[in-house]
Nanobody, 126 residues
Framework: QVQLVESGGGLVQAGGSLRLSCAAS????????MGWFRQAPGKEREIVAA????????YYADSVKGRFTISRDNAKNTMYLQMNSLKPEDTAVYYC???????????????????WGQGTQVTVSS
């Protein structure tokens, strides 16, 4: 399985920005669809965004549309999540996930993903 390591989390005021990164160990990174998920205390893990192997197809949860941007650099084996206009309700542990997936559109459900990072905390203060 591919090993994933997130970075870039931290504490930011509402309205601020953060950029998360997810570095993958796998040289065939381009064969994987990727996703960002988050889990707040007492809540279930939910999808934030997902991106196809090529980067040509993306998906966003309604709660982050227009504020977050998912991208990937297959040459660097890295995926990103640019988070702008952050809100206190964005506070959560953010996880990156990967699955071997050749389809045009990335999976949108938690159960489809096979490899997970350890998570990075994002805290947005009001």
């Amino acid at each position: 399985q591919v090993q994933l390591v997130e970075s870039g989390g931290g504490l930011v005021q509402a309205g601020g920005s953060l950029r998360l990164s997810c570095a993958a160990s796998e040289r065939t990174f381009r064969d994987y669809a990727m996703g960002w998920f988050r889990q707040a205390p007492g809540k279930e893990r939910e999808i934030v965004a997902a991106i196809s192997w090529s980067g040509g197809s993306t998906y966003y949860a309604d709660s982050v549309k227009g504020r977050f941007t998912i991208s990937r650099d297959n040459a660097k084996n890295t995926m990103y999540l640019q988070m702008n206009s952050l809100k206190p309700e964005d506070t959560a542990v953010y996880y990156c996930a990967a699955v071997l997936w050749g389809g045009l559109n990335p999976p949108r459900v938690y159960s489809a993903y096979r490899s997970w990072g350890q998570g990075t905390q994002v805290t947005v203060s009001s």
